[in-house]
């Protein structure tokens, strides 16, 4: 049995020894683990997965080109709860699973959405830069906060993460509206949150956080006609997937006061490079996180484990012990 673990340079620092004793486990001592490091190549990239059994990724792109590079590929596993950037179709036309990581990190995400909208509301940026830089101590040195107890907090997908942050925004005071085309009338209204469109939350929230998993449906769901809506200049939180915000129109609606400020985990481009150009760097009104909702030293652990049982569970045949598939492969046919 041969598996590979595959990414790009910063996602793979981590100890990987998790993974491997997994595999070891699962698939046996005699499992062949290789690590292949994407810098850009994708000739190479095939070459290294040309003939492996598995694939275990967290970010990296898999296109139909990839994936068909070998054909008899049994299993991509993705540590991470989305998969936007592997073509699914593509895997279950050629007969490869998919599959993702259900939960792991809900209580850590629902923590960070809550802790950048406060770091935002708060104006902690500036009043940090204010004393660290300019050794200035003055509470007046900034104005236009609002009190949060009894303002407006949206949620835009009213999934595990979003109920978990609608918890907590509760416990501070805050009336909690949410559009979630896909929860039931019935299970918000038992956590106390008002179902509304889309159009609703846009206009009447204080603060709009991003939950719902990027399709190609919802992405830049957060573009200029919804700054234009948005009456009370709300605080965005985004800890979801960077394209389900037009960058562009984020930065022109913070340039012209349609929006408070914003709390940002991800971006469209995240890589090192991109912090020398991204346009949100440096700006007092918004506070930057590398896509760091999900850790702790737990979640991680967790994160990792149960990504790599996923791939022994497709590649041993138990279908019934994937933690979840997103397409229709049978994989029960791998079984030994």
Do not use: W
């Amino acid at each position: 049995m041969k598996v590979a673990i595959c990414d790009y340079k910063e996602p793979l620092n981590r100890d990987l020894e998790i993974e491997k004793s997994v595999f070891k486990k699962f698939l046996g001592e005699d499992t062949e683990i290789s690590l292949y490091v994407h810098e850009g190549d994708n000739e190479k990239f095939k070459e290294a997965i040309k003939d492996v059994d598995g694939i275990l990724t967290s970010y990296l792109e898999f296109p139909k080109e990839i994936i068909n590079s070998n054909p008899n590929l049994k299993g991509i596993s993705i540590e991470a709860t989305g998969y936007n950037f592997v073509d699914a179709d593509a895997a279950q036309e050629q007969g490869t699973a998919v599959a993702v990581i259900g939960e792991y990190c809900t209580q850590e995400v629902a923590d960070h959405s809550i802790a950048l909208m406060l770091a935002v509301a708060r104006k902690l940026k500036h009043y940090d830069r204010e004393i660290e830089y300019k050794h200035v101590y003055d509470y007046n040195s900034t104005s236009g906060m609002i009190r949060l107890e009894g303002s407006t907090f949206g949620i835009l997908g009213l999934g595990k993460i979003g109920k978990a942050v609608a918890r907590r925004a509760q416990g501070f005071g805050m009336n909690v509206i949410a559009y979630s085309p896909s929860c039931k009338p019935e299970v918000a209204e038992s956590l106390g949150v008002k179902l509304v469109s889309k159009e609703e939350l846009f206009e009447t929230s204080d603060v709009i956080s991003v939950h719902m998993r990027l399709t190609p449906e919802n992405e830049n769901m957060l573009n200029r006609e919804a700054f234009a809506m948005m009456k009370k200049k709300p605080i965005i939180v985004n800890v979801s997937r960077g394209s389900m915000i037009d960058e562009e129109a984020l930065l022109e609606a913070l340039n012209n006061g349609q929006v408070f400020g914003a709390g940002l985990d991800v971006l469209v481009e995240e890589t090192n490079e991109n912090t020398l150009k991204c346009p949100f760097v440096g700006r007092e009104d918004v506070v930057l996180t590398p896509h760091t909702a999900f850790y702790s030293d737990f979640a991680l652990y967790e994160c990792q484990r149960i990504g790599a049982e996923n791939l022994c569970y497709i590649l041993r045949g138990e279908q019934d012990k994937v933690f979840r598939m997103v397409n229709d492969v049978d994989v029960t046919k791998f079984a030994k």
